[in-house]
């Protein structure tokens, strides 16, 4: 599986911002596919998570009610959608595949690279 995000980059408090995560690979359509995120000096955190097949979404109860993921299949593409952006939002965000569990907990199977988002006061 490989992953390829974008959509990076500054914003206002407040603002809002779509990350897109491009997949492919023989069986990403089997995997769950997400987001992770590392904050300067933070450890990995678990943002957003949807299972390709089943349709399953799950979010942090950080992001829930401002973030919003979801797929295009036509386009193999995953979606975060930012809103109400907070300076707690800054991170580099990795777009992210593997088993349900291991997304969630932020060991994946697979890594995209990550898109630094910054959130401005």
């Known amino acids: 599986v490989q992953l390829q995000a974008s959509g990076g980059g500054l914003v206002q408090a407040g603002g809002s911002l779509r990350l897109s995560c491009l997949v492919s690979g023989r069986t990403f359509r089997s995997r769950a596919i997400g987001w992770i995120r590392q904050a300067p000096g933070k450890g990995r955190e678990f943002v957003a998570v949807l299972n390709w097949s089943g349709g399953e979404i799950l979010y942090a109860n950080a992001v829930k009610g401002r973030f919003s993921i979801s797929k295009d299949d036509a386009k193999d593409t995953v979606y975060l959608q930012m809103n109400s952006l907070k300076n707690d939002d800054t991170a580099v965000y990795y777009c992210?595949?593997?088993?349900?569990?291991?997304?969630?907990?932020?060991?994946?199977?697979?890594w995209g690279q990550g898109t630094l988002v910054t959130v401005s006061s």
């Open positions: 992210a595949s593997g088993r349900w569990r291991a997304v969630i907990g932020s060991v994946p199977d697979y």
